[in-house]
């Protein structure tokens, strides 16, 4: 039995179209990744899913509960956890009064072993106000985490958080998962998708477009490459598997030179998805006068895949 | 069972301090100092001094006020989600956060109706104790349609100092258009305002106990309250 099955799941808010027809399965233990830029109906679909706001059509079960059936969604809570993509909290609590006041309202397992593990331990007598963003996610994922569900839903779970605390996130999920807890996590990131889950939907303009296996996806996320040059460049110089979107621009080149006599410019820039060693190689064999390396958005990388150019929220349909 | 009840009353401890503490200071003051100089009958002079404005203008707005804030803050502010993610269903917490709403009122209610007694004993003119009792349990009804008021305006503004703003004016509202009407053509108009059913003077002077009236803002209280939670329940949080 699935731990999550959704069928032609869709919401609209009056003509505004949220989601429309997502249709997936989640396996029990499974990390499932829904995967789509900002606006591409994520949080909508957790929010659904979660019962924070009602389908238009469709149907969905999670762990057997039906989300339309008001008692079903509120017994599904006890064994569901639900992490916020901004997770917020009154202020003048402290940690330990919030703690204990979700304890009350379901059950709480782990609480302490978790904090301990999140190193909040000791900031638990202090007002939640007084807490880094980072702290307050943390906080918020004991109080997703203490009942020991068995199903996990997650939005956003490392967006906004420091790298380190990003991988002790990630770590605390990877251990999760070896505990068979199903997760489902909505991200906009391509690296949380390739390091944390087994399978992704692709969401795109409130449609899910594609599923791929951890396998099918790229070994790490893309990055922008821009670098400048004073070696002639080949226009073919990176057709590789791993490099798109290349340009070569050498404009300026040709000014300088009549001027002041130093040597041409090219400007290279390109979108790559390969290993950091073969990337490291090629640019090893230029000159390099100046050099940009940035994580590419996964629209990009949509666009790639998928062909179309992507507009705001996901762009056009398929 | 009464979990969020509970973690509100926690919440509001300070306020019901403050409440008591304020409203137990104004009346003994009056009773002490401005009593003495007065010509009115002990329970006349409770009623205009420190019920009619105190109790149906004063705790009327503040639990006006206090209600829209009651879910409007939450939803404003996210907190609803993590809130949610616990298995409590929606009707749980509008009950549960009105009932505590209540608990203040019984509590400022109870104390309050206390100390004015001892006062009035202590300066040598009691009020009847039946009215006294009377006045603060009959305003219980009417301060339930305030919270009411404020509980619907929570449910549908977008904002809790909006939802608060507008609860507080509809009451304030309700309370000057019985008094602009009274002894005009249009004094039929009053019947629509609860303040029309709670007359803390009717009650300390004339010894007329209205209970139907009482019976009837209860509905009132009763039917608003339950409309704020099934629009709650209801609704899409975004």
Redesign the interface.
């Given at each position: 039995m699935a731990s999550m099955d959704v069928d032609n799941l869709t919401k609209y808010y009056g003509d505004e179209r949220g989601i429309e027809g997502l249709t997936f399965t989640v396996e029990p233990g499974e990390v499932f990744g829904l995967l789509g830029p900002d606006g591409a109906g994520k949080t909508t679909t957790i929010r659904t899913l979660m019962g924070l706001q009602a389908p238009s059509q469709g149907r969905a079960s999670v762990l057997n509960y039906d989300i339309r059936h008001r008692r079903e969604r509120i017994a599904m809570k006890q064994d569901v956890g639900y992490l916020p993509s901004e997770p917020s909290f009154d202020g003048s609590r402290t940690g330990k009064q919030l703690l204990a006041y979700h304890a009350s309202l379901k059950d709480d397992e782990r609480s302490e072993r978790l904090l301990e593990l999140f190193a909040l331990d000791s900031h638990l007598n202090r007002p939640i106000r007084t807490y880094t963003p980072e702290q307050k996610r943390l906080l918020a994922t004991v109080v997703a985490f203490m009942h020991d569900p068995a199903l996990v839903i997650l939005d956003e779970p490392t967006v906004g958080l420091d790298p380190s605390t990003q991988e002790q996130l990630r770590t605390f999920l990877d251990i999760e998962r070896q505990r068979d807890t199903t997760l489902v996590v909505g991200s906009c990131s391509l690296t949380t998708a390739c390091l944390l889950c087994d399978r992704v939907g692709i969401l795109r303009n409130g449609h899910l477009i594609d599923f791929r296996t951890n396998q099918q996806l790229p070994d790490r996320a893309p990055w922008n490459i821009r670098f400048v040059t004073t070696d002639p460049v080949d226009a073919n110089a990176f057709p590789s598997e791993h490099s798109y979107n290349v340009e070569i621009d050498r404009t300026d080149g040709q000014l300088s030179d009549e001027h002041d006599g130093r040597p041409p410019r090219t400007a290279v820039s390109f979108v790559y998805t390969g290993t950091y060693e073969t990337l490291l190689e090629a640019l090893s064999t230029y000159t390099i006068r100046d050099l940009i390396i940035e994580k590419a958005a996964l629209r990009e990388f949509l666009t790639q895949w998928y062909g179309t150019r992507l507009g705001n929220g996901g762009g056009v349909d398929v | 069972m009464f979990?969020?009840a509970?973690?509100q009353l926690r919440h509001r401890r300070l306020e019901i301090i403050a409440l008591t503490a304020g409203f137990v200071g104004i009346a003994l003051a009056a009773i002490g100092i401005v009593f003495g100089t007065s010509s009115q009958t002990i329970g006349a002079f409770l009623a205009s001094e420190v019920y009619q404005f105190g109790w149906v203008l004063g705790l009327g707005s503040y639990f006006a006020y206090s209600a829209g804030s009651l879910l409007a803050a939450d939803i404003e502010?996210?907190?609803m989600?993590?809130l949610?993610?616990?298995?409590?269903?929606r009707s749980s917490i509008v009950r549960q956060r009105f009932l505590a709403l209540l608990a203040v009122m019984l509590v400022v209610n109870g104390s309050v109706c206390i100390f004015v007694y001892l006062g009035t004993v202590a300066i040598g003119t009691p009020v009847r104790p039946t009215n006294l009792f009377l006045v603060h349990m009959l305003s219980i009804p009417y301060l339930l349609v305030c919270a009411s008021i404020g509980l619907l305006f929570s449910v549908g503004a977008s904002t809790g100092t909006r939802a608060s703003g507008i609860s507080v004016a509809v009451v304030l509202a309700l309370f000057v258009l019985t008094r602009r009407v009274a002894g005009t053509p249009y004094e039929w108009l009053s019947v629509l305002t609860p303040a029309h059913y709670y007359d803390p003077t009717a009650i300390l002077v004339t010894n007329a106990y209205p209970v139907t009236n009482g019976v009837l803002l209860l509905g009132v209280a009763l039917l608003l309250s339950s409309l704020g939670r099934l629009w709650f329940?209801?609704m899409?949080?975004?």
């Open positions: - | 979990e969020i509970r973690h502010h996210n907190r989600d993590v949610l993610s616990a298995p409590v269903s329940r209801s899409d949080l975004r």
